[in-house]
């Protein structure tokens, strides 16, 4: 009878084992960014786990080289992580159907869709469904390496004239191998937009329509050129042959040869971060003597995404509520990825110290200064892929002599038409 008794009792924990193990959920999650990006994400995921021990997560991450690939054939295939880090425009690019993400309206009694502006949860509203919720807004802008001015004799430049003048200066005081401002393809595609919207006072693209003449592009592509003439910025072949993944990894920026980049505001961390010691970066400003303009957009930064694929979508609202509303995990994100949108995030970081000075400062000079609006193609993987996109076959093949501005002017507008008429 004991026997039995303990049989009996050895079975119910060992099913009680078993109950408690199918209860437990299981969700993976995938972002990109710099280190601090990824050691703040795993922390603010240890402690949600440690105030949920019923949801475990796995996390996947890495750098932006390659990722936006790579994830786009996990979204085609139905295999991507249960909760995305994704960029704004990835809704459009991956999911304009609705059939790739879950609407969050159907969770908003976990998730606390109130914490965010109407306009960025419209952004994000996509054929009927709220299919991210916007983490921050972001904008390119000029960031300097200071301490590399310095040493050339100048003030980092508050004017296009003053940045055109410092090419030779570098060239001449400090050697060949030093740059006012490294810019990638990409790069210098954002940068081009923003000096001929100064110019012409126009949006880049209008009811998916592209809105400059060839004209009007070959005269940005010109400016582009202006740069590499006069010193200002390597080649691109010479960046490539940096043989760096990405510039924050690049020898050149960490050791300060290259002085400059034009970058989102919310990418700061990575780049102070990676500067050896004794390199000072700054926020420069935009430049007023571009025209008579104020050009450059800003944009949903990106964004949280559950999958429909998600077995748990319960889960997953409770990971994004933890990560972006409650105090907890705010602490532990702070502004890794700009400055919050959620309304509680930003009031728990003011209230204890916690975003970041030079993001901050970034941030309120984008949201200050640009007027004009970003076109959620402009992203398209088919424009900006990093060695076969539009961007980068225009930019690359005027920067290496292929082609003239004309030329890659012409490509520009083939390729951006053909994804616009999609």
Known sequence: MKKLIAGMLVTMMLFGVLGAAAAESQLSFSWWGGDSRHAATQQAVDAFMAANPDIKVSNEYSAWDGWQDKMGQRFASNSAPDVNQINWNWITSFSADGSKFVDLNTLSDILDLTQFEQAGLDACTVAGKLQGVPVSMTGRIFYWNK?????????????????????KVFQETLGEDFYPIALGAYDRMILMVYYLESVYGKDWVVDSKLNYTKDEIIKGLAFISELEANHVTPTLEKILGDGAASLDKN???IEGRYAGIFEWDSSASKFVDALAEGQEMVVGDYFTDLGE??????????????????????????????LLNEAEGVKLMKSERGIPMSKSAVEICLANDLLNV?????????????????????????????ETGV????????????????????????????????
Do not use: H
Not at 147 to 166: C, I, N, Q, R, S
Not at 375 to 383: C, I, N, Q, R, S
Not at 403 to 422: F, M, N, P, S, T
């Open 358 to 386: 030079m993001v901050a400062e970034a941030n309120g000079k984008v949201l200050s200064w640009v007027k004009f609006r970003l076109d959620p193609l402009f992203e398209d993987g088919e424009l900006r892929a990093e």
């Open 391 to 422: 961007y980068a076959q225009a930019m690359n093949n005027l920067s290496y002599g292929m082609v003239d501005a004309a030329g890659a002017a012409d490509i520009l507008i083939a390729g951006i038409e053909a994804v616009l008429a999609r």
């Open 293 to 322: 303009y104020q050009g450059g957009f800003a944009k949903v930064s990106m964004c949280f995404a559950i999958s429909e694929t998600c077995a748990d979508k319960e889960a997953a609202a409770k990971l994004l509520q933890f």
């Open 251 to 253: 020898p050149n920026w």
């Open 147 to 167: 301490t590399t001015f310095e040493k050339a004799g100048l003030a980092t430049p508050v004017t296009y004239e003053e940045l055109l003048a410092a090419g």
